[in-house]
């Protein structure tokens, strides 16, 4: 069944279009965002893929769904003391000068999405868009004509078939927009429903000037059959997110670093359709995909049955970001460990519990994979803090932390086997008359 042309302009029946689509099985969620993209576009020139509204919207479905408590006086006074004390140990071991705290110490699971949702959306936009120009680039590229499913007949004019493909590649855009924000959603949900602060992530949401916050609500639940005194729980949870906003606040670059990379990612993405075709043909032969069944082909599809593999570009782009989200992880286990491991009577059982839950039960690690197919494992992590606690012993503290002055300093995953073999290969000599 086509849906044809309109009658005077030669040109596709959009809403034929997206009834086609519907028949042919597609997720009336994705139909309606790529509905909702086109009108957009037409009306306000607007080529946004993921929008904040759309971010927000399904992040607070999820929110609610679990329940929100409210922020209460008693929370503030607890938080900032914990606060307190978590900056007054960090200033004997870190040369980032700590930001004042807020007299709002404490935030509720939406104040953290309210605040960091734009960055997501920064973040996540450059995947989506190379995502979508892939998807478009195989639609209007193609020499062949559609299939005759999308089409009024099979007697359709050149000029047609150019239009709608025109139209097809717009809606894939759509698509891929609304796939890309429905996942991203769900897992900065996810996320808000388990940090236990505002920094917890281990990535640079948040505005430099920003102070540091907790999550009372996710703080309980985190401890829920810890065993341990609260007030442990409290402080230690408050050195990982003070040591993460201070570092956070003073290394500029570092934002840009981590969306660099994800661009990368995205620009390098592309479809071999002569290769997805083989895979499919040889699903069906082998019968990992019915054809009658829509459901398993998106098994297949999720499954990563169709996945393209990867450029070069791509692999060093998620090396870099693999890095430094393990460096900045490593860093954090590092420098608390170095102010609390004496003072904090549980403090190995913590900093345990938390690599736990990293490698088994983390909505930030389970984003990463699904949109970027990157896992940052639990070893690379402990390497990662044992190359910083190297670095201080060659450097000193204030050596270490000159580190982030500049990504050129940081280090690679081979680098991380012998730090002061990196450090001398980054290191300008004082005298330099033996280069010339």
Request: charged fraction near 20%; glycine fraction near 6%; include cysteine.
């Amino acid at each position: 069944m086509g849906f044809g042309f309109l009658p005077n302009e030669g040109q596709p029946d959009f809403e034929a279009l997206l009834k086609q689509f519907s028949e042919m099985g597609v997720d009336s969620n994705a139909i309606a965002g790529a509905k909702s993209f086109i009108e957009n576009m037409q009306s306000t020139g607007e080529q946004t893929l993921i929008t904040v509204a759309s971010l927000r919207d399904i992040a607070k479905k999820i929110i609610t769904a679990k329940g929100e408590l409210p922020v209460g006086v008693t929370d503030q006074e607890t938080l900032s003391g914990y606060l307190e004390i978590a900056n007054t140990w960090l200033d004997t071991e870190i040369v980032f000068p700590a930001s004042t705290i807020s007299p709002q110490s404490a935030w509720a699971k939406k104040d953290w999405l309210d605040s960091t949702v734009s960055s997501w959306q920064t973040l996540f936009e450059p995947l989506a868009t190379g995502m979508a120009d892939a998807l478009s680039t195989v639609v209007s590229s193609s020499t062949s004509q559609l299939p005759i499913e999308f089409m009024a007949g099979d007697n359709t004019t050149p000029a047609q078939q150019e239009a709608m493909k025109a139209m097809v590649a717009r809606l894939l855009r759509g698509f891929m927009g609304t796939l890309i924000a429905t996942q991203l959603g769900q897992g900065i949900g996810l996320l808000a429903n388990s940090i236990t602060s505002s920094n917890d992530v281990a990535i640079p949401l948040l505005k430099a000037d920003e102070s540091a916050h907790l999550i009372p609500q996710n703080i309980t639940e985190w401890s829920d059959g810890l065993g341990i005194d609260p007030e442990q729980i409290g402080i230690y949870l408050a050195l990982r997110e003070t040591a993460a906003a201070r570092l956070f606040a003073n290394t500029p670059w570092l934002s840009g670093y981590i969306q660099d990379a994800i661009t990368a990612y995205g620009k390098g993405i592309t479809i071999d359709v002569e290769s997805i075709t083989r895979h499919a043909e040889e699903a069906i032969a082998n019968g990992e995909i019915d054809i009658n069944n829509p459901s398993a082909i998106n098994i297949a599809v999720n499954s990563g049955l169709f996945t393209p593999q990867q450029t070069p570009v791509q692999e060093l782009a998620l090396t870099k970001l693999e890095m430094a989200l393990a460096l900045i992880e490593g860093w954090i286990d590092h420098v608390i460990s170095q102010v609390a491991s004496d003072r904090i009577p549980a403090f190995n059982a913590l900093i345990e519990n938390s690599r736990r839950r990293r490698a088994t039960n983390s909505p930030m690690q389970q984003l990463f994979a699904n949109l970027l197919a990157l896992e940052v494992s639990p070893r690379k992590m402990r390497e990662a803090s044992a190359f910083w606690s190297e670095v201080k012993q060659l450097r000193g503290a204030d050596g270490r932390d000159k580190c982030w002055d500049d990504p050129a300093f940081l280090p690679m995953p081979d680098d991380l086997k012998d730090a002061k073999a990196f450090l001398d290969s980054v290191t300008v000599p004082d005298d330099l008359s033996g280069l010339i």
